[in-house]
Nanobody
């Protein structure tokens, strides 16, 4: 059974940093493009970033570009999202997801097949 699990969320002050991790069980993550999404209360789930199978291509939403960095650690079978200069509007539940896309990585959540349960990120003073 293919499962994803996020970790690393928490409470941080504005301007602070967090590192989220997405771990896989039942499959090898580097065979799949991976996306990060987030959902704030009362809002739609939105795409944050994604990374291709090889890790050679990453894409970011304009709202996080320059502050967030996505990377793979194939030895640990994990994907990370380093979040710096956090803002209150980054507060949300963050989800990682895997897709069967062959090249690049999609931005639509409807293209992702496997999802984790999410981890809460709260940015507040």
């Amino acid at each position: 059974q293919l499962q994803l699990a996020e970790s690393g969320g928490g409470l941080v002050q504005p301007g602070g940093s967090l590192r989220l991790s997405c771990a896989a069980s039942g499959f090898t993550l580097d065979y799949y493009p991976i996306g990060w999404f987030r959902q704030a209360p009362g809002k739609e789930r939105e795409w944050v970033s994604c990374i291709s199978k090889t890790g050679g291509r990453t894409n970011y939403a304009d709202s996080v570009k320059g502050r967030f960095t996505m990377s793979r650690d194939n030895a640990k079978n994990t994907v990370s999202l380093q979040m710096n200069s956090l803002k209150p509007e980054d507060t949300a539940i963050y989800y990682c997801a895997a897709t069967s896309w062959d090249t690049g990585c999609p931005r639509s959540r409807y293209n992702y097949n496997y999802w984790g349960q999410g981890t809460q990120v709260t940015v507040s003073s």
